[in-house]
Antibody, heavy 122, light 107 residues
Framework: QVQLVQSGAEVKKPGASVKVSCKAS????????ISWVRQAPGQGLEWMGW????????NYAQKLQGRVTMTTDTSTSTAYMELRSLRSDDTAVYYC???????????????WGQGTLVTVSS | EIVLTQSPDFQSVTPKEKVTITCRAS??????LHWYQQKPDQSPKLLIK???QSFSGVPSRFSGSGSGTDFTLTINSLEAEDAATYYC?????????FGGGTKVEIK
């Protein structure tokens, strides 16, 4: 069965960086992409970016360009999302989600990780 | 970017009632519209892809329709376990965007 298991909750100070991992199992990792979606407390869903696990191509949300980097390690079937220069409004639950597209960009999100709460507070 | 407007924002419904949620896109998106269910303190789950294709394992009471700019998620004969927030999502053009969500409460 497809599973995406994310790393644990983080508390960071403003200006710091956070790196969230997402370990995939139950499918051929390189046949799919991974999208990252975040959800601020009590708010809706916001797409952050997509990475192809096949060739490492990425698409990032424009508002996060320059602060976010998405990578994969195919040897361990793990995707990573690093967000830098954290601000208080980056406080959110961060989800990784499997995306059937591994080439042209995000399509839809068929399996989701359990979420990682990142709290940014001084 | 494409704006998705869901209505209603909130709906209180009795079990076995039919629920209809609409999602309107700010421009035509063909059938590149997907629906998710998110229960409290859980991750979202895919219900419907490409406007009307049911995802594997999703109960048959969930169905989707529409194309272009107007889409509908229908829950036939609502069950207590369907209490959740429902989101639409478009993948027609970058960036992918989500609707604001519709919270369905069981009376």
């Amino acid at each position: 069965q497809v599973q995406l298991v994310q790393s644990g909750a983080e508390v960071k100070k403003p200006g710091a960086s956070v790196k969230v991992s997402c370990k995939a199992s139950g499918y051929t990792f390189t046949s799919y992409g991974i999208s990252w979606v975040r959800q601020a407390p009590g708010q809706g869903l916001e797409w952050m970016g997509w990475i192809s696990a096949y060739n490492g191509n990425t698409n990032y949300a424009q508002k996060l360009q320059g602060r976010v980097t998405m990578t994969t390690d195919t040897s361990t079937s793990t995707a990573y999302m690093e967000l830098r220069s954290l601000r208080s409004d980056d406080t959110a639950v961060y989800y990784c989600a499997r995306d059937p597209s591994n080439a042209r960009g995000p399509v839809y999100f068929d399996y989701w990780g359990q979420g990682t709460l990142v709290t940014v507070s001084s | 970017e494409i704006v998705l407007t869901q209505s209603p924002d909130f709906q209180s419904v009795t079990p076995k009632e039919k629920v209809t949620i609409t999602c309107r896109a700010s421009q035509s998106i063909g059938s590149s519209l997907h629906w998710y269910q998110q229960k409290p303190d859980q991750s979202p789950k895919l219900l419907i892809k490409y406007a009307s294709q049911s995802f594997s394992g999703v109960p048959s009471r969930f169905s989707g329709s529409g194309s272009g700019t107007d889409f509908t998620l229908t829950i036939n004969s609502l069950e207590a376990e369907d209490a959740a927030t429902y989101y639409c999502h478009q993948s027609s053009s970058l960036p992918p965007t989500f609707g604001g969500g519709t919270k369905v409460e069981i009376k």
